[in-house]
């Protein structure tokens, strides 16, 4: 079995947050139904790359899911997806607020339907509050929450950080909710509706640098590759390449001197303890600058792994998928696809040593599985799904509808 077999989950979002949440609950055994627009998720389109005629970023979040295809600005199509809800544990959706109520399918209308179903929206600010109706995306979460103006070299403009961060912590929120609501739910019985937001998502990780500010009322500031707290606990650049030094505690530092071959430095009293080092942050970090520019990433990743002293090197994507632990940790994985062929994605996250997760579909192809969840799931007859289709409210090719019955 896997952590979450026998959860249905129908999914209305698109691009990244929610399709993350859901690819993540479908890696954990939930039957995960995609229900896409006649248009289909965004992201179909969003490239290049494309890896045949498939989009790589779609490929990339959108694995165990089937997917179907619903007009919900049709009456008969609204019909159908609340016949879904009826025997659903679980509907996400990241529209902007009011989408669903617009479209007659809000909270307390899927409730009616259903009232142990559990609804996660993910938005950019949240169903409540003044920014409430705002359009929210990922780079101004980042920028509002805070995390831009921490981010960057000293004395340069603020640099966002090179993913979607916002968007993908959102996605694990709403994760972390979903799994809290059915915990609780066998204890009341009901669902409930899980709030997750991109801007309160950025605030909730700041934890050590808002606990700076609340202390000392001075504003966080870029430290580069530094740590505000720790020194040296930074990128340092070699004769070749750049690594990473975690010193985080006094035995460790300790060890770092005697590995760069200056063991007194550990006791020098500016230097012998971490609020030291913090004060004379500059001119401790010039001094090593000078130390490590003089030999390789290797040797010194060689020279710090041999004192046990913390390290690692800043890799590229080439050097990541070729990791000797990463492969072991299966954080590369190919799926066949129909249209794309083999394709490579990251793995899966967690590892459960009793119930683990696997990867059972492919990315889908847009409505690939509408006829087959219409039959299976509501035992809808061959001239009930023509029907549908001559009225618009669900897309399907007619040897589509041959094919399974």
């Given at each position: 079995?896997k952590?979450?077999?026998?959860?249905?989950?129908?999914?209305?979002?698109?691009?990244?947050?929610?399709?993350?949440?859901?690819?993540?609950?479908?890696?954990?055994g939930?039957?995960?139904?995609?229900?896409?627009?006649?248009?289909?998720d965004?992201?179909?389109?969003?490239?290049?790359?494309?890896?045949?005629?498939?989009?790589?970023?779609?490929?990339?979040?959108?694995?165990?899911?089937?997917?179907?295809?619903?007009?919900?600005?049709?009456?008969?199509?609204?019909?159908?997806?609340?016949?879904?809800?009826?025997?659903?544990?679980?509907v996400?959706?990241?529209?902007?607020?009011?989408?669903?109520?617009?479209?007659?399918?809000?909270?307390?209308?899927?409730?009616?339907?259903?009232?142990?179903?559990?609804?996660?929206?993910?938005?950019?600010?949240?169903?409540?509050?003044?920014y409430?109706?705002?359009?929210?995306?990922?780079?101004?979460?980042?920028?509002?929450?805070?995390?831009?103006?921490?981010?960057?070299?000293?004395?340069?403009?603020?640099?966002?950080?090179?993913?979607?961060?916002?968007?993908?912590?959102?996605?694990?929120?709403?994760?972390?909710?979903?799994?809290?609501?059915?915990?609780?739910?066998?204890?009341?019985?009901?669902?409930?509706?899980?709030?997750?937001?991109?801007?309160?998502?950025?605030?909730?990780?700041?934890?050590?640098?808002?606990?700076?500010?609340?202390?000392?009322?001075?504003?966080?500031?870029?430290?580069?590759?530094?740590?505000?707290?720790?020194?040296?606990?930074?990128?340092?650049?070699?004769?070749?390449?750049?690594?990473?030094?975690?010193?985080?505690?006094?035995?460790?530092?300790?060890?770092?001197?005697?590995?760069?071959?200056?063991?007194?430095?550990?006791?020098?009293?500016?230097?012998?303890?971490?609020?030291?080092?913090?004060?004379?942050?500059?001119?401790?970090?010039?001094?090593?600058?000078d130390?490590?520019?003089?030999?390789?990433?290797?040797?010194?990743?060689e020279?710090?792994?041999?004192?046990?002293?913390?390290?690692?090197?800043?890799?590229?994507?080439?050097?990541?998928?070729k990791d000797?632990?990463?492969?072991?940790r299966?954080?590369?994985i190919?799926?066949?696809?129909?249209?794309a062929?083999?394709?490579?994605?990251?793995?899966?996250?967690?590892?459960?040593?009793?119930?683990?997760?696997?990867?059972?579909?492919?990315?889908?192809?847009?409505?690939?599985?509408?006829?087959?969840?219409?039959?299976?799931?509501?035992?809808?007859?061959?001239?009930?799904?023509?029907?549908l289709?001559?009225?618009?409210?669900?897309?399907?090719?007619?040897?589509?509808?041959?094919?399974?019955?």
């Amino acid at each position: 079995m896997k952590p979450l077999d026998g959860i249905k989950v129908i999914d209305l979002s698109r691009i990244l947050s929610g399709p993350f949440c859901t690819m993540i609950l479908g890696d954990f055994g939930a039957e995960v139904i995609k229900v896409e627009s006649p248009e289909g998720d965004d992201t179909r389109g969003w490239g290049p790359p494309f890896v045949g005629e498939e989009s790589a970023y779609f490929l990339s979040i959108n694995r165990n899911k089937k997917s179907i295809v619903i007009n919900l600005k049709t009456e008969e199509g609204r019909e159908i997806f609340l016949d879904l809800v009826k025997d659903a544990d679980v509907v996400v959706e990241n529209f902007r607020p009011g989408t669903l109520k617009r479209l007659k399918i809000d909270y307390n209308i899927l409730k009616s339907a259903n009232p142990k179903i559990i609804l996660a929206s993910i938005s950019g600010y949240g169903q409540t509050g003044p920014y409430s109706n705002k359009p929210g995306y990922d780079v101004i979460a980042q920028g509002m929450g805070g995390l831009t103006s921490v981010t960057g070299e000293p004395g340069q403009p603020p640099v966002k950080v090179g993913f979607s961060v916002a968007d993908i912590g959102a996605g694990m929120w709403a994760i972390i909710g979903i799994q809290s609501a059915l915990l609780a739910r066998q204890h009341t019985g009901m669902g409930q509706w899980v709030d997750v937001s991109l801007l309160d998502t950025i605030i909730s990780w700041q934890t050590y640098l808002a606990g700076n500010y609340f202390a000392s009322g001075e504003n966080p500031k870029p430290h580069g590759g530094a740590h505000p707290n720790i020194v040296p606990y930074q990128l340092f650049k070699s004769a070749d390449g750049y690594f990473n030094i975690a010193v985080g505690n006094e035995g460790l530092w300790q060890k770092f001197c005697t590995a760069i071959g200056n063991p007194e430095l550990a006791f020098y009293p500016k230097y012998k303890t971490n609020k030291e080092r913090i004060v004379n942050r500059k001119e401790l970090i010039s001094y090593l600058q000078d130390l490590f520019i003089k030999k390789s990433t290797k040797d010194w990743i060689e020279i710090f792994e041999n004192a046990g002293v913390p390290c690692g090197p800043v890799l590229t994507f080439e050097e990541i998928f070729k990791d000797p632990h990463v492969l072991a940790r299966k954080q590369l994985i190919e799926v066949d696809h129909p249209k794309a062929g083999t394709i490579k994605m990251t793995g899966i996250p967690v590892k459960f040593s009793e119930t683990p997760g696997s990867i059972d579909l492919h990315p889908p192809l847009l409505g690939e599985h509408t006829i087959e969840v219409l039959k299976e799931k509501l035992r809808l007859r061959k001239e009930e799904i023509v029907k549908l289709v001559d009225c618009k409210a669900i897309s399907a090719a007619e040897e589509e509808v041959k094919a399974f019955f």
